[in-house]
T-cell receptor, first 113, second 114 residues
Framework: QQQVKQSPQSLIVQKGGISIINCAYENTAFDYFPWYQQFPGKGPALLIA?????SEKKEGRFTISFNKSAKQFSLHIMDSQPGDSATYFC????????????FGAGTQVVVTP | NAGVMQNPRHLVRRRGQEARLRCSPM?????VYWYRQLPEEGLKFMVY????????ESGMPKERFSAEFPKEGPSILRIQQVVRGDSAAYFC????????????FGDGTRLSIL
């Protein structure tokens, strides 16, 4: 069963706009939530990660918002650029699972010029 | 290149043959994870290894699949008697420590079964 549910499946945004991707989880034991960016033919690249003791983390144009009570977290890409067109995956892991990541199904983001 | 290296990048096998996928972790990393990605899906954990030890193989099919990470050399994911359903992209990730630490991925091996 999918332990991390990701939406939307795909997203089209204009250059300069904001891309928002959402993830929800059920297992309250998760305590590490990374986001990965993947280009076609390449492996996932770690973008940004958050732990549940903070509600928001920002790195450049990328921001993670975390809502522990709702068991949801989201990725915001500000001022989206055509080079941001990629597939984005959220993931989660538990402290007792050796770092094993449970991935969402992915969101394909297309940024139009 | 100090990143995670996987080879081959593409591998074609006929049903019943064996597939061997190799992964050299980042320099200084001794923790290796293997994941499988089916088309249009997210990555699914298969196995976690440290040098000479399999720590967690809960995501790996019990039959035909095996993994190793010897003291010297790359980690190997081995699939015996491949079937069409094994067609997927297989990714390796490494980290400097186990647990919830950043995992760095290679560019994967695309396995196609004829």
């Amino acid at each position: 069963q999918q332990q991390v549910k990701q939406s939307p499946q795909s997203l089209i945004v204009q250059k300069g706009g904001i891309s928002i991707i959402n993830c929800a989880y059920e297992n309250t034991a998760f305590d590490y939530f990374p986001w990965y960016q993947q280009f076609p033919g390449k492996g996932p690249a770690l973008l940004i990660a958050i732990r549940p003791d903070v509600s928001e983390k920002k790195e450049g144009r990328f921001t993670i918002s975390f809502n522990k009570s709702a068991k949801q977290f989201s990725l915001h890409i500000m001022d989206s650029q055509p080079g941001d067109s990629a597939t984005y995956f959220c993931a989660a892991s538990r402290p007792d699972s050796w770092g094993k990541l449970q991935f969402g199904a992915g969101t394909q983001v297309v940024v139009t010029p | 290149n100090a990143g995670v290296m996987q080879n081959p990048r593409h591998l074609v096998r006929r049903r019943g043959q064996e597939a061997r996928l190799r992964c050299s972790p980042m320099k200084g990393h001794s923790h290796v994870y293997w994941y499988r990605q089916l088309p249009e899906e997210g990555l699914k954990f298969m196995v976690y290894l440290q040098k000479e030890n399999i720590i967690d193989e809960s995501g790996m099919p019990k039959e035909r699949f095996s993994a190793e990470f010897p003291k010297e050399g790359p980690s190997i994911l081995r699939i015996q008697q491949v079937v069409r359903g094994d067609s997927a992209a297989y990714f390796c990730a490494s980290s400097g420590q186990g647990g919830n630490q950043p995992q760095h991925f290679g560019d994967g091996t695309r396995l196609s079964i004829l």
